[in-house]
């Protein structure tokens, strides 16, 4: 019961209100409406996904589809049952590719597109992240404010100086241990997503060059006159 009445000094609404509501309006700010409702989306896949188990399946995905194209053509990609939706994506674009160019194209288009998008959604975090001391020292001087204002009323100084410690003490809270974090892992989930993306698409699109190329290289019979 102590325990539970010691944590909740912590908690005070004003507090939190200032620093949270603070640091997540700072980011609005900075944001736009979509970027800001894929950040809170963000936060669902964030702790449940992992990297290893896509590369993986990446990989298996990718070894039928080379199996299948050994036997009968890439036209055939896109039968392979595969992973995500990415891969399957990339499956139909295999087997509807005219060249090996435009397949590598649209890898790097989407690529450059999933970079762009998660990149946004770690600046929606890392904003939070930065706003959160700034509106903790903002509360802190609106406590001490309150404070040295109501020197002569001592049940006033009291509540004045525990907004302005509370404030600083959100402030890091949020910065250290939420925003930040979340940001930090959103970033590194990013980094390995494209690692397992680039390696697959680099071998459809040798795939693609090995079967495309020789067919496109030749030479076209003119029909006689």
Request: aromatic content about 6%; proline content about 4%; hydrophobic content about 55%.
């Amino acid at each position: 019961m102590e325990l539970l009445t010691g944590i909740a000094r912590f908690l005070d609404p004003l507090s939190m209100a200032i620093v949270f509501g603070g640091a997540f309006v700072a980011a609005a700010l900075r944001s736009t409406r979509a970027d800001l409702a894929a950040a809170i989306a963000a936060l669902k896949p964030l702790f449940r996904a992992d990297p290893a188990r896509d590369a993986l399946a990446a990989r298996v995905a990718v070894g039928r589809i080379e199996r299948l194209a050994e036997v009968r053509s890439i036209c055939c990609a896109d039968r392979v049952e595969t992973a995500g939706n990415f891969l399957r994506f990339a499956a139909m674009r295999l087997s509807d590719a005219p060249t090996p160019e435009a397949f590598s194209l649209w890898a790097d288009e989407e690529a450059e597109t999933m970079a762009a998008r998660h990149g946004r959604v770690a600046a929606v975090w890392r904003a939070i992240a930065d706003a959160a001391p700034a509106m903790g020292m903002l509360g802190t001087i609106v406590g001490l404010s309150t404070m040295f204002a109501a020197m002569d009323d001592a049940a006033r100084i009291g509540p004045a100086m525990a907004l302005a410690m509370l404030t600083t003490f959100h402030g890091v809270l949020l910065s250290t241990c939420i925003a930040g974090p979340i940001a930090a892992r959103l970033e590194r989930l990013s980094v390995e997503e494209a690692e397992w993306r680039h390696w697959a698409c680099r071998r459809l699109a040798r795939l693609a060059a090995a079967e495309l190329e020789p067919r496109l290289s030749r030479p076209r019979l003119r029909s006689a006159a």
